[in-house]
């Protein structure tokens, strides 16, 4: 797949070395063009370039930001109508350990209606940037999942095709609505990991019988 990289962060780095060993081709861009050319430098398929010259051909857009700066960056790329935003951000306080905004609507949801002829899908904002770098597997033969939020159904589809072309399994989360319960969960397990000290190779999974 074509995709757009917004971010060099922790997220937006795993993101990176997972792309490219999948053998996808990633356009990375951020706010610090030269940390996004070191990026790009480390892996295959991986290149960087400008916000205005990061879409490309590219029909995914992997906004990998602190939510606050999402929108701004999703914009310094230019027209978005048409394309799929998948929105990894969680609307964290400062010190992590709660939200700015919920009940009522979402990182999601607000990014959605910045662009409204987009489709935008939340995915991977419960799982930490460690085990994303690492890969979904862990001990026993278990695989983490990624929940999918989003309203468009074929843009769903595609970002479950993405996430299971570097090893994930998937769950549908349902509409983009539901990221008011997925951005939550991320938050618990950011406590979970850093408030209980269990550390950022846990993540959030569901069992079946």
Request: hydrophobic share 45%; aromatic share 8%; proline share 3%.
């Amino acid at each position: 797949m074509n995709i757009t990289l917004v971010g060099t962060g922790n997220m937006g780095s795993a993101f990176a070395k997972q792309f490219s060993g999948a053998g996808h081709e990633v356009r990375v861009t951020g706010r610090d063009m030269s940390k996004a050319q070191r990026l790009a430098a480390q892996y295959q398929g991986v290149t960087a370039y400008p916000a205005a010259e990061a879409l490309g051909d590219s029909q995914i857009v992997i906004v990998a930001t602190a939510f606050a700066d999402a929108v701004l960056a999703l914009k310094s790329l230019g027209n978005l109508d048409g394309k799929i935003i998948v929105d990894v951000t969680n609307p964290l306080t400062a010190d992590f350990m709660g939200l700015t905004i919920g009940h009522t609507t979402s990182a999601a949801e607000e990014i959605a209606q910045a662009f409204p002829a987009a489709h935008v899908v939340k995915a991977f904002n419960t799982i930490f940037a460690q085990v994303l770098a690492d890969g979904p597997a862990y001990a026993d033969d278990q695989t983490a999942n990624v929940l999918i939020a989003g309203d468009d159904q074929p843009a769903k589809l595609t970002v479950k095709a993405l996430a299971q072309s570097f090893g994930w399994n998937t769950m549908d989360a349902g509409g983009v609505k539901n990221a008011r319960y997925l951005e939550p969960l991320a938050g618990l397990n950011i406590y979970f990991g850093y408030g209980a000290g269990m550390g950022t190779q846990i993540v959030p999974t569901w069992l079946t019988r």
